[in-house]
């Protein structure tokens, strides 16, 4: 199973991106995915999550500004994280998580996986 994430990059105060992140593999299923960031110096943040039949979840500090999305598709599910008016204080990499059901020979497992990071910095 791979978390591939993708679409970070350097954006000036108030632009957007959209960063995406696909889960592949032997998947049964796949249940919450969420992005959270990490800032210099600072913990691992939640940023915004999302359930398998679409509910979604905000921290404050995106909230009006980030949409989180996902495409069920039958061999390989994206979530994706649209940024719109980016912030200065929205620099961090940005990281992809999925709980999801996977076949290790033909047995269920259970597991939380983590994406690679993707780098956004907000900078004029």
């Known amino acids: 199973v791979q978390l591939q994430a993708s679409g970070g990059g350097l954006v000036q105060p108030g632009g957007s991106l959209r960063l995406s992140c696909a889960a592949s593999?032997?998947?049964?299923?796949?249940?919450?995915m969420g992005w959270y960031r990490q800032a210099p110096g600072k913990q691992r943040e939640l940023v915004a999550t999302?359930?398998?039949?679409?509910?979604?979840?905000?921290a404050d500090s995106v909230k009006g500004r980030f949409t989180i999305s996902r495409d069920n598709a039958k061999n390989t599910v994206t979530v994706y994280l649209r940024m719109n008016s980016l912030k200065p204080e929205d620099t961090a990499v940005y990281y992809c998580?999925?709980?999801?059901?996977?076949?290790?020979?033909?047995?269920?497992?259970?597991?939380?996986?983590w994406g690679q990071g993707t780098l956004v910095t907000v900078s004029s």
């Open positions: 593999g032997s998947i049964i299923r796949v249940n919450d």
């Open positions: 999302i359930t398998s039949g679409g509910s979604t979840n905000y």
């Open positions: 998580n999925a709980d999801l059901i996977y076949s290790n020979y033909d047995v269920p497992v259970a597991e939380n996986y």
